[in-house]
């Protein structure tokens, strides 16, 4: 296993809250589940992945975690296209088109 070096940008994983500890007033499908942080940002010392450490957010926050990934890729988009959204960005264009020298519109 090699050594993530300090100052690398990882992230880390750690439980908030067991099933057992979670509030009574939550939807029962939530209670199985723990309460997660994984969170991003610079580890403080040399680790290797699986290791507890602690990392310095870009907001200035010391968290600790378990070692998850060096350089983590972001895991974010727009989700898949919207069939109906696609027509309507033509059907704007067309109706654009029509009012280039239509005065009355």
Do not use: C
Not at 34 to 45: A, D, I, N, V
Not at 71 to 83: A, L, R, T, V
């Amino acid at each position: 296993m090699s050594l993530v070096k300090k100052g690398q940008w990882v992230q880390i994983h750690r439980v908030i809250l067991t099933p057992e500890d979670r509030a009574p007033q939550i939807p029962d499908d939530t209670k199985l589940v723990p309460y997660e942080m994984r969170t991003k940002g610079f580890l403080l010392e040399d680790a290797h992945i699986g290791n507890e450490v602690e990392i310095l957010s870009f907001t200035g926050r010391v968290l600790k975690g378990k070692l998850m990934a060096v350089n983590p890729p972001y895991g974010h988009d727009f989700g898949s296209p919207i069939e109906e959204l696609l027509a309507a960005g033509k059907e704007l264009r067309d109706i654009l088109e029509k009012a280039d020298g239509d005065e009355s519109f």
